[in-house]
């Protein structure tokens, strides 16, 4: 690693130093610029502009880009621009917080399963397992019953029915890792310093895990966002988001006639939120790594 | 209420079972493998069978099965018990009901359909109807939307169309996956690299169907080399594989880059790099073991959604695989299908998560050393 | 690494090895002729099935008395051969071809007839389609009766004794209002000759006192004995000498309660379809299945792969073998359209039928030479919600009825011809004249509706939903209608969706504002699409009810017991003067003939009274437009008729898409269609 070794300055926190390396990884602050004006540009713009997503003008339909609709209309002459753009209101929402909520709950309790092991982790994964074995649309039907009628298109429902599944897979894959870590000379050296149990996840064992966990993360951001469309299947999506704005897009893809606006816009957006998120997760596994630490 | 701490109690059941001392494992875990191998040989030949296979399945397990597998098995049997329960209030608590239509039937007609297909109007009763079936008569239950079948005659010639689609799909994704990350990982930013960047951009930001969908028009329409849909042949396979397997492979090749470029600062490493080990050698016998854990980890679920089916590409593809019944049965609330299904994933959920348990011990000699 | 490499080729292996195991029993080859057939069958049981995929196979593996010829789709004598009517219309006697045979070798015999509708209503059975048989004489009492006199003599007078109990005195209006919906009264008592129980079902709004509930219960008790002893009289004589009966193996003789002009048309239609009994007493819930079944229709079930494909093949046993064209024949379980397209321009299917390709592509395959397209007998439109605010307000309905730009959905959404409706019946039913709509596109009206209603320039309505089903298309319907709402009225409106059951749900327990419905007309007549609005009907979801409605309804059924006692409705329709006339000329008619032509009449007058109310006073749906057939057929296939040449010369439109397989031929690829074939 490229990464200088020591910094000059007053003794700092890890975290701070790791900060400063990441500052210093040209493509990962590109990755966050990118996700940053994507966020106010998906925020700003349509009240900017006065864009309207919802404004059909069915005579106008199926218009490809042009300077009076940069990304084209759509079937019904809705504007693909003001669709996209308040479609990511929702998906980079979404995406982001139900993928930070997954993170959480799936890396404390992989991390402590692995950590325990045994038994402990033995009950644990038990319970995972049953979790998969649930049949998911019925989890989701009865989470929109729990909300009234006037709810729908709210992120909360839509955002609980997420994470309910997200974090069971991640928990396996932090639990994994732990586990061959558990055992490794510096865990326990770090034991026999009567280093607390907390201390030793907390400042030993996770770090090598942040790799894998950060990795996986940044996948999940995009596939929370498709995800989101299946959940409209069932009557659960938010009113507009991304995913449903890609799922309504296949019906370009035939042989017939291609408006490829409809599918492109979505995608491309979707695809430049997941390369960003990328070269973040990069970035920050290499800042985090302990083994560049000195 | 009573059905969420009859759940509740369930469930710290299950997690007890884990604290059973080995020796009543053994002996329980055997009685259980028996009494469920008892059950199934009992259709086939009569009671005395059931009882004699039984004893012989119970004897066989508890002396040559490995603990391992037993402690499993006293997790499986009470677990699926659990599962069809909860899945039960599950489906009971959702609205609608199997024999709702676009055209409203009069209350009679529910009723006479209600009685054939053993649904009455309560999970509790219907809780016990299906387990008397499934252990008294040995039977999924009808299907209610499909009729005239049992769910294991649905399942029966699904399953197989799935777990070959599937493992073909696994195979690739594994192959595929793993080979582009761990060069991607050992060459940052080298072609490989980018790769496998693309694929994750392509395989986890298009969803399956629009991927499927446009090798449909290019494969099909325009080069012709293959079949739209449908099957019957290899070429049937070629596409609705690709389409289910490039999500997977996107995230295998992700976590193998990670799990490499981790595992290649680690301190063993070094030190083998150092003793002037070939590059070759310290990769393959070193690198790579720590490098799959967390593809393994992700494998374990993975692979079992992958093989009992992908509903989309299923559709897409007009393949009558399994897929297709996770999501029809809850959306025509046909409880039976439901029910079968989860079982089926359920037991394959366990099935790979046990062959993940079984893969870190292999793949990381200390994690065996702390399980014994 | 090179373990690595043996136990990935070991998985490789042993995953070819499943894949060929499970593919080596898949292949056949090609059939003559392959269809899309949308979603997988429910069921081949003709007794119990009720979608279009079914019906499609059911028509080749069974035949009728009658059956439609393919040109058409007029009836023409199937398994029957001849047939009598009276000339009161009432009563039918039908001839069996003697050379008539099932596929298994026995005869078709009137037997079969009358086992199979007494089967279709059998109580047990559960079959929905049951009401469709209703005019043949004891076949509702034998069908519901039982059931009803249950209810009636159990449940309703417990729960009415529950509803005197709590309220000492005077009952209210509302509580009496939810046992009569609770308890499904409007169904339970359909067709009572009792005048009490009629003058409750057609009450006029205010409490009830207690002594009037106690009357209303000896009623009711008194109708449930009534019920109990005419279902055990049909019992008695249903298929064996009365409603539908076989004087000898040869002779069916079927006699109706009121003359029905399209009977002849229903005896091709599957409920009518006789089944083997014994092949149904072998195995009840699964004779249908290949193996087991036994058809007397133009195919045979060769195979069906559920998910896959159903397969059907000629069968040598069937009486008109020798005008079937085809030797086999593939319908194909496929759901998604795009799918199914490609399939048709790779050349694997030769027909998608209807609803069955992507419709954002309706323009582009318009122009194709091979596609076909004409009116159906659908309407699509939105019921709304007449129990809740503020659409309890017959102002907001029509305001919201006149809000919407039916013509530019027509246009340019949905692309294919579809018309604008403005009624509820769809064009086209012969002798129907439809009454005057108030239903048209005018904005400023209907805003000054809404600022009657106490909401001026939109102000303080509550935002509101719009319910559909899970489907793209409906899904952009409700989004055009929202937003054209919205614009329109400047109210809040958000279209939701709910998955098929749990919108069935919403609908019937009235929890949604305004929601998406389409109704199939069974037969061409407006009762199949009126009859479902009565008050309390399982099919109405509104919760909305008209007195004068209902009677019309009930006075269409049955003309006769109109004609008996016409004050009431003659008070209240719009257009009395026409009724009257019409009513006069049945009295007037001499001979049989004319009386049947003038009661027929009168019946369609009825009925446009009746729809006039949903589009001119009450409004309590909202019709959006009427649906066209459209699909896609290769050149090549012969026999296969878009539009229809009667026996009158006149043609007309195949409203449902019915294409019998039995005079479809392939021809040489290029060679021109059939010549009045599309």
């Known amino acids: 690693m490229t990464t200088p070794a020591r910094i000059d300055a007053a003794p700092r926190s890890p ?157 396996r894959i932090v639990r994994g890792q732990v586990l061959t870590l558990r055992n490794q000379e510096f865990v326990q050296a770090a034991e026999l310093l009567g280093a607390s149990d907390l201390r030793i996840l907390v400042r030993h064992v996770l770090p090598n895990v942040v790799g894998v966990i950060v990795v996986y993360a940044t996948l999940m951001v995009p596939s929370v966002i498709i995800l989101e469309s299946f959940l409209s299947f069932l009557g659960l999506g938010v009113a507009l988001s991304w995913g449903q704005l890609v799922s309504d897009g296949v019906a370009v893809v035939n042989p017939i006639r291609s408006y490829w606006w409809l599918l492109f816009w979505p995608s491309a957006f979707l695809g430049l939120t997941l390369l960003s998120l990328n070269f973040i997760g990069d970035g920050l596994r290499d800042a985090l790594d302990p083994k560049a630490r000195t | 209420m009573i059905e969420a701490l009859t759940l509740l109690f369930g469930l710290a059941l299950l997690a007890a079972t884990a604290w059973c001392p080995p020796r009543w494992t053994r002996i329980l875990g055997s009685l259980l493998f028996g009494f469920v191998v008892g059950v199934v040989v009992r259709f086939s030949f009569g009671g005395a069978g059931g009882v004699v296979g039984g004893l012989v399945a119970a004897g066989v397990a508890f002396r040559f099965l490995p603990l391992l597998v037993l402690r499993r098995v006293v997790f499986l049997v009470p677990a699926l018990v659990l599962l069809i329960f909860a899945t039960t209030v599950l489906m009971y608590k959702a609205p609608g009901n199997p024999f709702a239509n676009e055209r409203a039937s009069s209350p009679q007609v529910e ?27 040995g039977t999924l239950g009808p299907s209610i939307k499909v009729q ?225 | 690494m090179r373990r690595n490499l043996i136990s990935a080729f070991l998985v490789l292996v042993a995953a070819l090895l499943v894949v060929g195991l499970t593919l080596s029993r898949a292949t056949r080859g090609r059939a003559a002729f392959s269809f899309v057939n949308g979603t997988e069958p429910k069921t081949l049981d003709p007794n119990v099935m009720t979608g279009e995929p079914e019906g499609r196979i059911a028509q080749e593996l069974f035949e009728g008395l009658t059956r439609l010829e393919a040109s058409s789709l007029e009836p023409a004598p199937g398994a029957a051969e001849s047939w009598e009517i009276t000339p009161d219309g009432k009563t039918y006697t039908f001839h069996m071809r003697p050379s008539a045979r099932w596929s298994d070798g026995h005869r078709v015999t009137a037997h079969d007839f009358v086992y199979s509708w007494r089967r279709m209503q059998e109580p047990a059975l559960g079959s929905e389609y049951a009401y469709i048989m209703h005019m043949i004489r004891y076949a509702e009492a034998f069908n519901t009766h039982a059931a009803q006199a249950d209810a009636l003599e159990g449940p309703i007078v417990k729960a009415l004794d529950e509803l005197v109990a709590k309220y000492h005195g005077v009952v209210p209006q509302d509580a009496v209002r939810e046992f009569d919906s609770k308890q499904r009264l409007h169904g339970v008592l359909k067709g009572t000759p009792n005048p009490k129980l009629s003058a409750f079902l057609l009450r006029p709004s205010g409490d009830s006192s207690q002594t009037e509930l106690l009357e209303l219960r000896r009623e009711l008790k008194t109708e449930g004995a009534r019920r109990r002893a005419l279902h055990d009289e049909a019992v008695r004589h249903f298929g064996v000498d009365g409603g539908a009966y076989a004087k000898d193996d040869h002779t069916l003789v079927v006699e109706l309660v009121a003359p029905t002009p399209y009977f002849l048309e229903l005896t091709a239609f599957h409920p009518f379809y006789p089944v083997p009994r014994w092949a149904v007493e072998r195995s009840p819930h699964a004779w249908f299945l290949p193996g ?50 490609n399939l048709y321009l790779t050349g694997e299917v030769d027909w998608l039928p209807h609803n069955n390709y992507p419709l954002d592509l309706s323009l582009d395959l318009k122009k194709r030479q091979d596609f076909y397209v004409g009116p159906a007998l659908i309407a699509y439109f939105y019921r709304i919600n007449t129990t809740r605010k503020p659409f309890d307000d017959v102002r907001v309905r029509k305001a919201i009825n006149l809000a919407i730009d039916r013509e530019s959905i027509t246009r340019d959404v ?33 805003r000054k509706l809404l600022a009657e209603a106490g909401f001026p320039d939109g102000k303080g309505f509550p935002k509101f939903g719009i319910l559909y089903n899970t489907l793209e298309a409906h899904k952009k319907l409700a989004e055009v209608v929202a937003d054209q709402l919205h614009r329109n009225l400047n109210i809040e409106v958000a279209a939701y969706n709910q998955e098929w059951q749990s919108y069935l749900e919403s609908e019937t327990s009235l929890n949604y504002d305004v929601s998406r419905g389409g109704w199939v007309g069974d037969y061409e007549d407006p009762n199949t699409f009126l009859d479902i609005w009565v008050t309390n009907g399982g099919n109405n979801k509104t919760g909305w009810g008209n007195l004068v409605y209902d009677r019309l309804i009930e006075g269409a059924a049955n003309v006769e017991k109109f004609l008996a006692e016409p004050a009431f409705l003659l008070e209240h329709a719009h257009d009395r003067a026409a009724l009257k006339l019409l009513a006069e000329q049945v009295q007037k008619s001499s001979d049989a003939a004319t009386r049947l032509d003038a009661i027929a009449k009168l019946r369609l007058a009825l009925l446009a009274e009746a729809e006039g109310i949903l589009i001119r006073d009450d409004f309590p749906i909202i019709p959006v437009y009427f649906y066209v057939i459209s699909g896609l057929v290769k050149p090549n296939v012969g026999g296969f008729y878009a539009n229809l040449v009667g026996a009158d010369g006149q043609t007309r439109s195949n409203l449902r898409d019915l294409h019998p397989l039995r005079s479809i031929e392939m021809k040489a690829a290029g060679s021109t269609p059939a010549g009045s074939a599309r």
């Open chain 1, 15 to 171: 975290f701070q130093l790791a900060f400063r390396r990441l500052l210093l990884n040209r493509a990962a602050v590109a990755g966050a610029l990118v996700i940053v004006v994507m966020c106010v540009s998906c925020v700003l713009l349509p009240i900017l502009l006065q864009l309207d997503p919802n404004h059909t003008q069915p005579a106008l339909r199926n218009l490809p880009p042009s300077s009076r609709f940069p990304f084209g209309t759509d079937s019904v002459g809705r504007d693909v621009l003001a669709r996209v753009l308040v479609g990511g209101r929702a998906s980079l929402l979404v995406g982001l917080a139900s993928t930070a909520v997954s993170v959480l709950v799936g890396v404390s309790y992989g991390a402590v399963a692995g950590f325990y092991g045994g038994k402990v982790d033995d009950a644990m994964m038990r319970f995972v397992d049953f979790l998969y074995g649930l049949p998911y649309m019925f989890l989701v039907i009865l989470i929109m019953l729990m909300f009234s009628e006037t709810a729908r298109g709210e992120m909360l429902p839509v955002f609980l029915a997420l994470g309910l599944v997200q974090w069971l897979t991640m928990a």
């Open chain 2, 111 to 137: 009723a006479a359909l209600r009685a054939q297909y053993g649904v009455p109007k309560n999970a509790n009763q219907f809780f016990g109807i299906y387990m008397r079936r499934l252990l008294v008569e």
């Open chain 2, 148 to 372: 005239g079948r049992t769910v294991e005659q649905l399942i029966a010639p699904a399953f197989p169309v799935s777990l070959s689609l599937g493992l073909l799909a696994l195979t690739l994704s594994v192959i595929f996956g793993l080979s582009l990350g761990v060069l991607a990982g050992l060459k940052r930013n080298s072609a490989a690299d980018y790769l496998s960047m693309g694929l994750a951009l392509i395989g986890i930001s298009l969803p399956s169907f629009v991927i499927g969908a446009t090798m449909m028009i290019v494969f099909s329409l325009w080069l012709g080399w293959l079949p739209v849909a449908g099957w019957g042949s290899f070429k049937h396979l070629v596409m609705p594989a690709l389409a289910l397997s490039l999500p997977s492979s996107a995230v295998i090749a992700r976590l193998a880059r990670s799990g490499i470029i981790e595992v290649m600062q680690q301190d063993f490493v070094r030190t083998a790099r150092a003793k002037g080990l070939p590059e070759s050698w310290v990769i393959g016998r070193h690198a790579l073991r720590g490098a799959v854990i967390p593809v393994v980890s992700y494998l374990g679920p993975a692979a079992a959604a992958i093989m009992t089916g992908s509903f989309v590409v299923e559709v897409l593809f007009a393949i009558p695989g399994m897929g297709q019944w996770f999501v029809k049965g809850a959306i025509n609330r046909d409880y039976s299908v439901v029910l079968g299904t989860a079982i089926v994933y359920f037991g394959m959920v366990i099935l790979f998560n046990l062959l993940v348990d079984l893969a870190y011990a292999w793949l990381d000699p200390r994690v065996r050393e702390e399980r014994a």
């Open chain 3, 292 to 341: 087991s079944i036994v058809g007397n229709g133009p195919f045979l079930l060769a195979d069906w792969r559920v998910g896959d494909r159903i397969r059907l093949e000629r069968s040598p046993t069937y009486w008109g073998r020798d005008e079937v064209k085809l030797n086999s024949a593939e319908a194909l379980a496929i759901e998604n359209v795009t799918t199914a397209l």
């Open chain 3, 414 to 446: 949905l692309l294919l011809g579809q018309l604008p409706a403005t009624h509820f019946v769809p064009p086209g039913i012969r002798g129907y004249v439809p009454p005057p709509t108030a239903i048209s596109y005018d904005v400023a009206q209907a």
